[in-house]
């Protein structure tokens, strides 16, 4: 017998997608990136052409999760015969600069982190990479934005930014 996953029916749709002009720049991670500490379960990297005053790196780290089923209302009579999970963690850390063109002796740091973290059952080949970076992923980013956002300066991500989390309707 072959098993297949059953996804979550999609949402009902607003309308046709939006593109956000969201791109995936590619790192390189030889050329660009060193280990900076490494110990079991994490590896943190730093950008090599970032200043030492300003560094900007990557923290991975994964860590088993017992019981992936622990905190949601899954019936157990539908648990998989393994409940271990594993938990990945993909941070980006960078230090923005402000300057004034009026002041050349102004300058304001800006601290800045973005995380991602991976929740995933272990034991099952159908929740794989492909589901995670096509679907998961995605759903997870449409989240920052408002329904029919079309508008180039992102009135969900200013929300967030701004404290407000509930979404509007009107986009």
């Known amino acids: 017998m072959t098993k297949s996953l059953v996804t979550t029916p999609a949402n009902t749709a607003f309308g046709t997608p939006h593109t956000h002009n969201l791109s995936v720049p590619l790192i390189n991670w030889n050329a660009d990136y060193r ?15 970032s200043t030492i005053d300003r560094p900007r790196t990557f923290r991975v780290s994964q860590r088993v999760k017992p019981n992936v089923y622990a905190g949601t ?6 648990y998989l015969p393994n409940r271990q999970g594993l938990d990945t963690l993909i941070e980006y850390r960078d230090v923005l600069t402000i300057t004034d063109s009026g002041d050349a002796t102004y300058r304001a740091d800006v601290p800045v982190k973005v ?3 991976i929740s995933v059952p272990v034991g099952t080949d159908l929740v794989d990479a492909t589901l995670v970076a096509d ?11 408002n329904p029919n956002e079309a508008s180039p300066f992102h009135t969900g991500m200013t929300d967030l930014l701004h404290g407000v989390l509930v979404k509007r309707a009107d986009g």
């Open 135 to 145: 679907t998961l992923l995605p759903a997870a980013i449409a989240g920052c934005f």
């Open 35 to 49: 280990i900076l500490s490494q110990s079991p379960g994490e590896v943190v990297f730093t950008d090599v052409l």
């Open 73 to 78: 209302n899954i019936d157990p009579s539908v």
């Open 115 to 117: 995380g991602i973290t």
